[in-house]
Nanobody
Framework: QVQLVESGGGSVQPGGSLTLSCAAA????????IGWFRQAPGTEPEGVST???????TYADFVEGRFTISRDNVQNTAYLRMDSLKPDDTATYFC????????????????WGQGTQVTVSS
């Protein structure tokens, strides 16, 4: 069964850190570009970060150097390390993959997960 499963979300205070994981099952990540996206209630999903098959990374402007995307093809898992979290980062974060990075960045997903909730509040 093909699936992406996110984990690692939770509730943290402003300034805190979380590391999200995106585990793939039923297929291998090594031929896919991977992206992290987020959606807050009442808003459209927005891109957070992407990583290509050659480990080229991109970040949304709002990240401002606080997040780091990575991938481990041996573990078949991708990660999003988030530091200096702000209340505005509160959202459901989900990962998605596509074999074409440009397609992924335009929201064309081959597979996507259900998401993990991140809440940043004092």
């Amino acid at each position: 069964q093909v699936q992406l499963v996110e984990s690692g979300g939770g509730s943290v205070q402003p300034g805190g850190s979380l590391t999200l994981s995106c585990a793939a099952a039923g297929f291998t990540l090594d031929t896919y570009a991977i992206g992290w996206f987020r959606q807050a209630p009442g808003t459209e999903p927005e891109g957070v970060s992407t990583i290509s098959t050659t480990d080229r990374t991109t970040y949304a402007d709002f990240v401002e150097g606080r997040f780091t995307i990575s991938r481990d093809n041996v573990q078949n898992t991708a990660y999003l390390r988030m530091d200096s979290l702000k209340p505005d980062d509160t959202a459901t974060y989900f990962c998605a993959v596509a074999q074409d990075l440009d397609v992924l960045q335009r929201g064309g997903f081959d597979y996507w997960g259900q998401g993990t909730q991140v809440t940043v509040s004092s």
